[in-house]
């Protein structure tokens, strides 16, 4: 049975830090791409960032990059998501995937999902 369990997740004040992480079990880590995807109310799901099986590839989607670290521990089947300078906007539930191939901006291309946990930027 795969599970994708997220934490890290809380409240935070604009310009403050959090780091998200991902444990997952029930699957071969390493052949898999992992990606942090966020919801908002009322929105929908929203890539973030993914990161390469193997470690050495990183995609962000503009509105966070220089502010957001995707890294990947393969050998405790981990990957985090390091969020500096937050912001208001940056406020959403943030899910973890696992994708075995395909886009990696896109939900549909992730086979497993955690449950999501909550991040708020407020002051």
């Known amino acids: 049975q795969v599970q994708l369990v997220e934490s890290g997740g809380g409240l935070v004040q604009p310009g403050g830090s959090l780091r998200l992480s991902c444990a997952a079990s029930?699957?071969?880590?390493?052949?898999?791409?992992m990606g942090w995807f966020r919801q908002a109310p009322g929105k929908e799901r929203e890539f973030v960032a993914a990161?390469?099986?193997?470690?050495?590839?990183?995609r962000y989607v503009d509105s966070v990059k220089g502010r957001f670290t995707i890294s990947r521990d393969n050998a405790n089947s981990t990957v985090y998501l390091q969020m500096n300078s937050l912001e208001a906007e940056d406020t959403a539930v943030y899910y973890c995937?696992?994708?075995?191939?395909?886009?990696?901006?896109?939900?549909?291309?992730?086979?497993?999902w955690g449950q999501g946990t909550q991040v708020t930027v407020s002051s």
């Open positions: 029930g699957l071969i880590f390493s052949g898999y791409v």
């Open positions: 995937g696992a994708s075995p191939a395909g886009l990696w901006t896109v939900p549909v291309s992730y086979e497993y």
């Open positions: 990161i390469s099986r193997g470690g050495g590839l990183t």
